[in-house]
């Protein structure tokens, strides 16, 4: 077994399994703190959230309480491995709130047969929580249910896979563009993958500027062109009235190509046909669609990105969903729109430009980062992070209108 293999389950298995575990918040030492905080004490916060729901937030941890909620059909790339090989990956997204937004969060793992099933076991918990994050759901289904969700419940529910990933990579693409001193609206973007994390990507590229009649998108059968026959509604709107069938094809003279497929599908001489100065953004996890040391072995113009941690530029949803979902909770926001959405993209892109602080280059391994090249977007341990997306992400969920509460509280912890 590998070294790192085994450092991984070690990481799992010890000290206790798992990531995460609960907390008590309150003392439950006495006779007197169990008079409280159960039988009979706990009976008048009841009748408080029974006459008022709103209550709920001051008398239990539901405005700081986020599910994680899987079904395991698209565990990053690894495909359709079920409910319960989902679990590390929900834990690890709870051990992300939790480090990086004072977030409590639960992962939560649903065997269902229908996708009415998996909606009506979702949308009968939701109200223990201040808000839902979907992940790992494949598509199509993901849209349905993300969309009938939102419909169900008055707490946000966001699917992490579809605008996290979508705006972490617009952020990241207008940095990147910006240094190769390219414009959203000129590019040629080839984006290979065609499902939740694809098809939310291009449509907030296309929200940035990028044109969609640039966009070539591709799934197992290669490019969607407007005349392959049967495709669902979600591809439909990225069908390319081309010629043009292969990877070869687009990738000839494209400026950008943004992955989320699977892994090792971008072959080094398929990269070298790019314009000069080309973006690639390889973000399948683990395994990106071409390894760093071979794209930057096989041409020294381009910007590279994946989703790993283990390399520069980290074009993943991490540096958002803790963040957003903290702004969010703050306000008491109903949903995330898109306000909060831009608003979070603009405070990524902000930060990158910033000095960073010695912290961050201590966490990161870095004697300096400034941005540039291996800079284009902050790395996740960067703590101005969480105060500067959910400021901002709060103050745009109080100006469109999706705020319960009037104010950012001005008791904030971080
Ligand atoms: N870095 C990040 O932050 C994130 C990265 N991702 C990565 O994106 C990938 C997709 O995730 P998600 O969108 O949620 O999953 P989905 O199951 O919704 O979509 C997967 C898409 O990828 C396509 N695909 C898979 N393998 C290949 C291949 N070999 N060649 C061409 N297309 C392929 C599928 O094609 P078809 O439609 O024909 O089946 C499908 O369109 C994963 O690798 C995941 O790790 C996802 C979210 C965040
Ligand atoms: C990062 C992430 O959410 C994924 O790869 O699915
Ligand atoms: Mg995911």
């Known amino acids: 077994m590998s070294d790192f293999r085994q450092q991984a389950l070690d990481y799992h298995a010890f000290p206790k399994p798992g990531k995460i575990s609960v907390e008590m918040t309150t003392p439950a030492e006495s006779v007197k703190d169990l008079a409280l905080a159960y039988s009979p004490g706990v009976a008048e916060p009841v009748r408080e959230i029974a006459d008022d729901a709103n209550n709920a937030y001051k008398y239990t941890a539901k405005g700081n309480l986020v599910a994680v909620i899987s079904n395991g059909t698209a565990i990053l790339g690894l495909g359709n491995l079920g409910p319960l090989a989902s679990k590390p990956v929900m834990e690890g997204k709870a051990l992300l709130f939790k480090r990086f937004a004072g977030i409590d969060s639960i992962d939560i793992e649903v065997t269902h047969r229908t996708t009415e099933e998996f909606i009506n076991t979702v949308a009968n918990i939701a109200d ?32 992490d896979d579809q605008h996290g990933t979508a705006i972490v990579t617009a952020a990241g693409m207008l940095n ?101 100065n080309p973006v690639v953004f390889a973000c399948s996890n683990p395994d990106p669609e071409i390894r760093p040391e071979l794209a930057m072995a096989t041409r020294d113009d381009l910007i590279m990105a994946t989703g790993r941690s283990d390399y520069p530029n980290q074009v993943n949803n991490v540096l958002c969903f803790p963040f957003i979902f903290r702004g969010a909770l703050d306000v008491r926001a109903t949903a995330i729109n898109d306000a909060m959405k831009v608003a979070a993209v603009e405070a990524i892109r902000a930060i990158s430009k910033e000095e960073v602080p010695e912290e961050v280059l201590i966490a990161s391994q870095s004697k300096a980062l400034s941005f540039g090249r291996d800079y284009i977007i902050p790395k996740p341990m960067d703590p101005r992070l969480c105060s500067r997306i959910a400021k901002a992400v709060g103050q745009a969920a109080i100006d469109s209108g999706v705020a319960q509460l009037e104010s950012l509280p001005t008791n904030l912890q971080y």
Do not use: W
């Open 128 to 159: 223990t929580f201040g808000g839902i994050n979907l992940e790992d759901i494949k598509a199509p289904e993901c849209f349905e249910i993300e969309q009938e969700l939102q419909k169900r419940c008055s707490i946000p529910i966001f699917h």
């Open 176 to 276: 990147a563009l910006e240094i190769q001193g390219k414009e959203i609206s000129n590019v040629t973007i080839v984006c290979m993958g065609a499902g939740a994390a694809a098809i939310a990507c291009m449509e907030l590229l296309i929200k940035c500027g990028a044109q969609r009649e640039k966009i070539y998108m591709l799934d197992r059968n290669g490019v969607i062109h407007t005349r392959r026959e049967n495709l669902p509604v979600h591809k439909l709107a990225f069908a390319n009235n081309t010629d043009k069938r292969t990877l070869e094809d687009v990738m000839d003279g494209a400026d950008v190509f943004v992955g989320v497929s699977g892994p090792d599908v971008l072959p080094p001489e398929t990269l070298k046909m790019m314009a000069p």
